[in-house]
């Protein structure tokens, strides 16, 4: 090594010509402890990221934790006026909102991934799986907007007026679409947040069963399966532990969105009876309530966030355990 | 030996196939449609509200005229700063991951918490950054926006930098080594440098992420209805003013909320095209 790096360059190291057999380090490796030291800094960094959130979200909380305990997450009164907070109503419809949306969007992103993988045209494959990335891109609050001001007057008009017309009285059907029918709610919402969720959940899907060898499916279709039997006795099931992880990412999209819902939600913090009743969901209340909010109320807000951030964790962590390891 | 399929079976083999296929069909129709018309609403909106107003005066009060340049100027020097910051921590991370982490468990479970923060609520973010600089300082500023939109991008650089120098053959590090490099001038000069295009595609990913993000700039940098340089004090930025005036009753101001969503999501598609033909240039090679 000490030969070599001697000629390195053409540069004659004293050093190694007065301790002959002596190790030389190349010039500037003196840096090498620092540039590591800084790497490992900035990755310790996304670490302290994620801890500050968790810790200063449970500061912040803390004074309504405290106050409220357990009955912080059971309470249905959310009254900034007596100081009271109770947040089961923002919890529950941020829960059911989020399910409702992915019960809408799942078999749609399905049927355009399966579309994508097996049955489009070569021609048009490329063109509609990048238009459906792209579209995965757009800002949230673009589909926020679309809500409000196209989807929602529409949604009342045509769909919520009918239908509530049309529940037989008494029946469970009444209770389900009760509400004010102004186009905003639990129901549009969740339908809002689907569209939103749409276009990610086909693209990841679509990108799994991509990695689906060639052969399964080439073999699968030889011994004469139709295309349906491929796609759910062979593909999907090939990719099955991905499937579900990309289902509970765009869950976890959906529990922590806010542009979307907040804009078309109603903004009401009771206890939801009806899909057409007003709702708040966490991150909806967050984003309303913050900068005008203050002392207890800014706390509970906190807390609120506490709440999301236990949510999404479980929820995504759970994702990226299942997608690390797509198959099997 | 071969025994022949009934006839029913085959039917309704085919008639489930028939349904499952047409199924596909009509949902990729539908979701395409709604697609499509949400982008129409978008441009039609959008484009009756443009003209060069918007990028000549500030947001207006009701009633008045105005435009969105202080929004628009404030939108580009905190995505701008907070660029700076998350490729600096994300490629020193991505790159920590990748060269010193082996499978070390500290490494995992970094690489874990990146792929946890990369679709963490960004709302919650905000809460952060709001309680880590708004409150202690007294104020809203365009840094704490900046800071909030950089801790939202470092999870995606990190991420490609690491899956892109992970590409790099071991032999291209030991050819560099063996040349009496140090590590770290061999990361700079060589391994740097044959994942540039992938690190970039990284960067503008990270880039159309957080300038369409609204929520995590909602407590932090607020907004301002002036024209300001200074990042110290409340900025604008598009998100935001689409936030504020597409709620608001007024007609004037609700187009003006469509004319920066117009800016912003084409911003937002025109920068992930870009991302794709860089990416494309590193798949083909």
């Known amino acids: 090594m000490s030969d070599t790096a001697r000629t390195v360059a053409g540069r004659a190291f004293t050093v190694a010509d007065t301790h002959p057999g002596r190790r030389i380090s190349p010039r500037g490796s003196a840096f090498d402890y620092a540039f590591q030291a800084l790497c490992f800094a900035a990755a310790t960094a996304l670490l302290a990221s994620l801890g500050g ?29 007596r100081d009271i907070y109770g947040a089961a109503g923002p919890i529950v419809d941020t829960i059911i909102t989020s399910l409702l949306a992915l019960m809408l969007s799942l078999p749609i992103a399905g049927g355009v991934a399966f579309f994508l993988t097996e049955l489009c045209p070569s021609f048009l494959r490329r063109p509609i799986g990048t238009a459906v990335e792209l579209l995965a891109g757009i800002p949230s609050i ?57 276009p990610f959940m086909a693209a990841t899907l679509r990108e799994l069963l991509n990695t689906v060898p060639p052969q399964v499916r080439e073999s699968a279709y030889g011994l004469g399966a139709t ?38 939600i109603g903004n009401s913090h009771d206890f939801p009876k009806g899909l057409f009743d007003s709702g708040a969901t966490i991150a909806s209340t967050i984003a309303n309530e913050f900068n005008e909010a203050s002392g207890l109320q800014a706390s509970a807000l906190i807390a609120l966030g506490l709440v999301l951030f236990v949510l999404t964790f479980l929820v995504l962590a759970l994702a990226r355990l299942l997608l690390r390891n797509p198959e099997g | ?38 982008l129409w609403s978008l441009v039609a909106q959008g484009a009756s509200g443009l ?58 479970v970094i690489r874990f918490l990146n792929d946890v923060l990369l679709s963490a609520p960004s709302i919650l973010i905000g809460l952060f950054v709001y309680q880590l600089l708004v409150r202690p300082f007294h104020g809203f500023s365009g840094f704490a926006g900046a800071v909030a939109l950089a801790i939202i991008a470092v999870p995606v650089i990190t991420r490609t930098t ?7 053959p071991t032999s291209l590090r030991e050819a560099g080594m063996a040349l009496g490099s140090p590590f770290w001038h061999v990361i700079r000069t060589i391994l740097w440098r044959a994942s540039a295009s992938g690190m970039i595609t990284g960067a503008l990913l990270a880039f159309a992420r957080i300038s369409g993000e609204t929520a995590p700039l909602l407590f932090t940098a607020l907004n301002n209805q002036f024209f ?28 003006l909320a469509w004319a920066a969503a117009l800016l912003t999501a084409g911003a937002v598609l025109a920068v992930t095209i870009l991302a794709r033909v860089f990416s494309k240039e590193r798949r083909s090679s």
């Open chain 1, 142 to 198: 673009v589909y926020g907007m679309w809500g409000l001001f196209v989807f929602a007057p529409v949604f009342a008009a045509k769909i919520e007026i009918p239908l509530m017309g049309m529940a037989p009285p008494g029946s469970i059907w009444e209770t389900l679409l009760s509400g004010i029918p102004n186009g905003s709610g639990i129901l549009s919402a969740s339908i809002i947040l689907a569209i939103m969720i749409l």
């Open chain 2, 1 to 38: 030996m071969a025994t022949r399929a009934s006839p029913v079976v085959v039917a309704r083999r085919q008639a489930t196939n028939a349904v499952f296929v047409g199924f596909c069909f009509l949902v990729t129709a539908i979701a395409l449609v709604a697609l499509a018309l949400i």
């Open chain 2, 162 to 168: 690491e899956d892109v120098l992970k590409l790099q």
């Open chain 1, 53 to 81: 959130v968790l810790i200063s979200l449970a500061i912040g909380g803390w004074p309504v934790l405290s106050k409220f305990g357990f009955g912080f997450l059971t309470g249905k009164t959310w009254d900034p006026v």
């Open chain 1, 227 to 264: 295309t349906a039997e491929v796609v759910m006795k062979v593909t999907l099931p090939y990719v099955r532990r991905g499937a579900v992880g990309a289902v509970m990412l765009g869950l976890g999209r959906a529990l922590g969105e806010t542009m979307a819902v907040t804009f078309i």
């Open chain 2, 228 to 255: 300001s340089w200074n990042m110290t004090k409340p900025t604008a930025s598009l998100p935001v003013v689409i936030f504020n005036d597409a709620l608001t009753p007024y007609p004037d101001l609700n187009k």
């Open chain 2, 51 to 108: 003209n060069l107003h918007i990028f000549t005066l500030d947001t207006p009060a009701a009633g008045s005229v105005g435009g969105l340049r202080n929004a628009i100027v404030g939108s580009l020097m905190m995505c701008a700063l907070a660029m700076l910051i998350a490729v600096a921590v994300g490629v020193l991370a991505g790159t920590w991951l990748s060269e010193y982490a082996g499978s070390s468990r500290y490494g995992s």
